[in-house]
């Protein structure tokens, strides 16, 4: 079935290290993205990538760092730069949209909770 | 300044019975889309229902329903027959520049649904 995995569903981390976070699809989807949930929030998007070996900065990149080698794949590091990383992370990916098209929602994968001891 | 507000953190509703979920946003771009997401306990984020901003008619989805007044920059959701598997956080979401391959999607911080027996 086509969809979007990601691994680990729990991450353990301690302070001071770099951990990555996977996110794959199998749906052909050129745009993927990450997502930060705190507890009782919204989403906050942390970096997307539009196509291969491409990608941009969201509203909280601070901290984290990607790439999008395989169209397949846009795994997410969080460094020891960021500073309260205990959080819910989610990937999703979707169609790139273009002129005259109409909508496309985004996919999401199940989430990594990471935690920080 | 919020792009997106849902000003309802919780919310109750009867089984069986119908309930509004408000979702208010702020753009100046004449093309954007609106969407409404579901997400369990679980974690995932479920894709329920889309609104752009051209369509003449507010959309449906099975037991879901974006009632849309551009006018007042409402996408309220409206689910009939509320089940009690409709027990979960529901995310409004905003898509702005969606002909010229917009990707930031915008979320809401959410309102909580209880469906009681």
């Known amino acids: 079935d086509g969809g979007i995995t990601q691994s680990p569903k729990y991450l353990f981390r301690k302070e001071g290290q770099n951990v990555t976070l996977s996110c794959e699809q199998n749906l052909n989807h050129d745009a993927m993205y990450w997502y930060r949930q705190d507890p009782g929030q919204g989403l906050r998007l942390i970096y997307y990538s539009q196509i291969v070996n491409d990608f941009q900065k969201g509203d909280i990149a601070e901290g984290y760092s990607v790439s999008r080698e395989k169209k397949e794949s846009f795994p997410l590091t969080v460094t020891s730069a960021q500073k309260n990383p205990t959080a819910f992370y989610l990937c999703?990916?979707?169609?790139?949209?273009?002129?005259?098209?109409?909508?496309?929602?985004?996919?999401f994968g199940p989430g990594t909770r990471l935690t920080v001891l | 300044a919020q792009k997106i507000t849902q000003t309802q953190p919780g919310m109750f509703v009867q089984e069986k019975e119908a309930v509004t979920l408000d979702c208010t946003y702020d753009?100046?771009?004449?093309?954007?889309?609106l969407f409404w997401y579901k997400q369990p306990s679980s974690g995932e984020m479920i894709f329920l229902i889309y609104q752009g901003s051209y369509d003449q008619q507010n959309a449906t989805e099975g037991r879901y329903s974006l009632n849309f007044q551009k006018a007042r920059k409402s996408a309220n959701l409206v689910i009939s027959a509320s089940q009690l598997g409709d027990s979960a956080m529901y995310f409004c979401a905003m898509r702005e520049g969606l002909h010229t391959g917009g990707f930031k999607t915008i979320f809401g911080a959410g309102t909580r649904l209880f469906v009681k027996a």
């Open positions: 999703a990916s979707s169609i790139p949209l273009g002129a005259g098209s109409s909508y496309n929602e985004q996919f």
């Open positions: 753009t100046s771009d004449p093309s954007y889309g």
